[in-house]
Nanobody
Protein backbone atom coordinates (compact mmCIF):
# COMPACT_ATOMS: atom_id res chain seq x y z
CA UNK A 1 0.00 0.00 0.00
CA UNK A 2 0.98 3.64 -0.31
CA UNK A 3 1.42 6.01 2.65
CA UNK A 4 1.04 9.77 2.22
CA UNK A 5 2.41 12.74 4.18
CA UNK A 6 1.41 16.32 3.33
CA UNK A 7 3.50 19.42 3.96
CA UNK A 8 3.71 23.05 2.88
CA UNK A 9 0.66 24.51 4.56
CA UNK A 10 0.74 27.70 6.56
CA UNK A 11 -0.56 31.24 6.91
CA UNK A 12 -0.64 33.45 3.85
CA UNK A 13 -2.27 36.76 2.94
CA UNK A 14 -5.01 36.94 0.36
CA UNK A 15 -3.51 37.03 -3.11
CA UNK A 16 -0.46 35.05 -2.03
CA UNK A 17 0.73 31.60 -3.02
CA UNK A 18 1.57 28.27 -1.43
CA UNK A 19 2.79 24.97 -2.79
CA UNK A 20 1.64 21.84 -1.00
CA UNK A 21 3.63 18.63 -1.25
CA UNK A 22 2.50 15.07 -0.69
CA UNK A 23 5.31 12.58 -0.22
CA UNK A 24 4.41 8.96 -0.86
CA UNK A 25 6.06 5.77 0.28
CA UNK A 26 5.48 2.55 -1.57
CA UNK A 27 6.62 0.96 -4.78
CA UNK A 28 3.31 1.36 -6.62
CA UNK A 29 3.00 5.16 -6.42
CA UNK A 30 3.00 5.64 -10.19
CA UNK A 31 0.03 3.31 -10.62
CA UNK A 32 -2.26 5.43 -8.41
CA UNK A 33 -4.42 8.37 -9.36
CA UNK A 34 -3.74 11.24 -6.96
CA UNK A 35 -6.09 13.91 -5.71
CA UNK A 36 -6.20 16.87 -3.35
CA UNK A 37 -9.15 17.42 -1.04
CA UNK A 38 -9.93 20.09 1.53
CA UNK A 39 -12.22 20.46 4.50
CA UNK A 40 -13.18 23.79 6.05
CA UNK A 41 -14.73 24.07 9.52
CA UNK A 42 -18.38 23.06 9.45
CA UNK A 43 -18.18 21.88 5.85
CA UNK A 44 -17.87 18.51 4.15
CA UNK A 45 -14.62 17.40 2.60
CA UNK A 46 -14.51 18.35 -1.08
CA UNK A 47 -12.36 17.37 -4.03
CA UNK A 48 -10.15 20.26 -5.14
CA UNK A 49 -8.01 18.75 -7.90
CA UNK A 50 -7.29 15.32 -9.31
CA UNK A 51 -4.77 13.86 -11.70
CA UNK A 52 -4.70 10.58 -13.58
CA UNK A 53 -1.88 8.24 -14.58
CA UNK A 54 -3.81 7.64 -17.82
CA UNK A 55 -2.78 11.09 -19.03
CA UNK A 56 -6.19 12.72 -19.17
CA UNK A 57 -6.76 16.36 -18.33
CA UNK A 58 -6.70 17.04 -14.59
CA UNK A 59 -9.87 17.93 -12.76
CA UNK A 60 -10.33 21.19 -10.85
CA UNK A 61 -13.42 22.30 -9.05
CA UNK A 62 -14.82 25.51 -10.50
CA UNK A 63 -13.84 27.70 -7.56
CA UNK A 64 -10.11 27.01 -8.03
CA UNK A 65 -9.83 26.84 -11.83
CA UNK A 66 -7.10 29.12 -13.10
CA UNK A 67 -5.58 29.44 -9.63
CA UNK A 68 -4.54 25.91 -8.58
CA UNK A 69 -2.36 23.40 -10.44
CA UNK A 70 -1.83 19.74 -9.60
CA UNK A 71 1.40 18.08 -10.69
CA UNK A 72 3.32 14.89 -10.04
CA UNK A 73 6.95 13.81 -9.93
CA UNK A 74 7.15 10.03 -9.98
CA UNK A 75 10.93 10.08 -9.55
CA UNK A 76 10.47 11.85 -6.21
CA UNK A 77 7.28 9.97 -5.28
CA UNK A 78 5.64 13.34 -4.73
CA UNK A 79 2.48 15.11 -5.85
CA UNK A 80 2.10 18.88 -5.59
CA UNK A 81 -0.66 21.43 -5.42
CA UNK A 82 0.42 24.90 -6.49
CA UNK A 83 -2.05 27.45 -5.13
CA UNK A 84 -1.95 31.01 -6.46
CA UNK A 85 -4.18 34.03 -5.89
CA UNK A 86 -5.36 32.54 -2.62
CA UNK A 87 -8.62 33.73 -1.11
CA UNK A 88 -9.90 33.55 2.48
CA UNK A 89 -12.48 30.99 1.30
CA UNK A 90 -9.57 28.64 0.50
CA UNK A 91 -8.88 28.30 4.22
CA UNK A 92 -9.13 24.61 5.10
CA UNK A 93 -7.22 21.50 6.01
CA UNK A 94 -5.86 20.06 2.77
CA UNK A 95 -5.45 16.33 2.25
CA UNK A 96 -3.81 14.33 -0.49
CA UNK A 97 -5.33 11.01 -1.40
CA UNK A 98 -4.57 8.06 -3.65
CA UNK A 99 -6.90 5.92 -5.71
CA UNK A 100 -5.78 2.59 -7.11
CA UNK A 101 -9.32 2.04 -8.36
CA UNK A 102 -10.44 5.08 -10.37
CA UNK A 103 -12.47 7.45 -8.22
CA UNK A 104 -12.03 5.41 -5.04
CA UNK A 105 -9.70 7.36 -2.77
CA UNK A 106 -8.87 4.96 0.03
CA UNK A 107 -5.39 6.15 1.03
CA UNK A 108 -5.15 9.47 2.84
CA UNK A 109 -2.54 11.75 4.31
CA UNK A 110 -2.93 13.38 7.71
CA UNK A 111 -3.70 16.84 6.34
CA UNK A 112 -1.97 20.22 6.36
CA UNK A 113 -3.60 23.48 7.45
CA UNK A 114 -3.88 26.36 4.99
CA UNK A 115 -5.06 29.68 6.39
CA UNK A 116 -5.60 32.69 4.13
CA UNK A 117 -6.00 36.02 5.89
CA UNK A 118 -7.73 39.15 4.64
Amino acid sequence: QVQLVESGGGLVQAGGSLRLSCAASGRTFSSYDMGWFRQAPGKERELVAAGSWSGGRPYYRDSVKGRFTISRDNAKNTVYLQMDSLKPEDTAVYYCAAAQTPGVYDRWGQGTQVTVSS
